[in-house]
């Protein structure tokens, strides 16, 4: 009897340990999908004018505010560092006369658990949206080729004419069409979405604006050859 007491006593404490180690578990999850989204938003919120850059250290002061209303009695505690929001263009290794637009944000974090001893725990939010924009005449018609990536060169999948504005103008609105294939540059798979602008005039440089499902903007241009 005293053995079996002992045994379903060891296997409560266990189980509560292992269900409480869950729940830490996942607080730790959550904190890291939310610190993702509170970066992803605060680029979102600055492409839309390009003109705020402190939003994303507002939001992130206001996001240390809210954990610690939203997990009381847990001790969490949340510090930020290295935070960075950048709206520029870079040369691109494999193509020379290549050059990529993008629009990108990120931030450090370290967050402890004082309530289970957690201290220290590090990992990195970031969102990044790159274009890369190449335009021509086919006859009267202006046809661009774009390439659209985010994070780790992956390709951004599913836009549509709501997608793209060119001179300021929703692609929706022009007479195009819009198509889409894969291709391979220097290793790298990209999905290069077509733009066929119908009787379109003879412009020396065409303006590209890039809208991916997270609202983040990338603004690009191009000499037309």
Request: aromatic residues 12%; hydrophobic residues 40%; proline residues 2%.
């Amino acid at each position: 009897m005293i053995i079996s007491i002992g045994t379903i006593m060891y296997s409560t404490v266990t189980y509560f340990k292992h269900e409480r180690w869950q729940e830490y578990l996942m607080v730790i999850d959550n904190i890291e999908l939310g610190s993702q989204r509170v970066v992803e938003i605060s680029l979102a919120n600055y492409t839309s004018t390009f003109n705020d850059t402190q939003i994303l250290i507002n939001n992130l002061n206001q996001w240390q505010t809210n954990l610690t209303k939203a997990y009381p009695g847990f001790g969490v505690a949340l510090t930020y560092s290295d935070v960075t929001m950048d709206n520029s263009t870079r040369p691109l290794t494999s193509q020379i006369n290549d050059t990529m637009y993008f629009s990108s944000a990120s931030a450090n974090f370290n967050f402890n658990i004082t309530s289970v001893g957690l201290t220290g725990y590090k990992f990195v939010a970031s969102a990044f949206l790159g274009v890369i924009l190449n335009a021509t005449y086919d006859g009267n018609d202006l046809v661009i080729f774009i390439a659209v990536e985010k994070e780790d060169s992956t390709p951004v999948t599913n836009l549509n004419k709501n997608s793209f504005s060119i001179n300021n103008e929703s692609l929706a609105n022009i007479n195009s069409t819009l198509t889409h294939f894969y291709g391979m540059d220097n290793g790298v798979l990209r999905i290069i979405y077509r733009i066929v602008i119908l009787n379109y005039p003879g412009l020396s440089n065409v303006l590209v604006a890039v809208v991916d499902p997270r609202d983040i903007k990338v603004v690009a241009n191009s000499t037309v050859t």
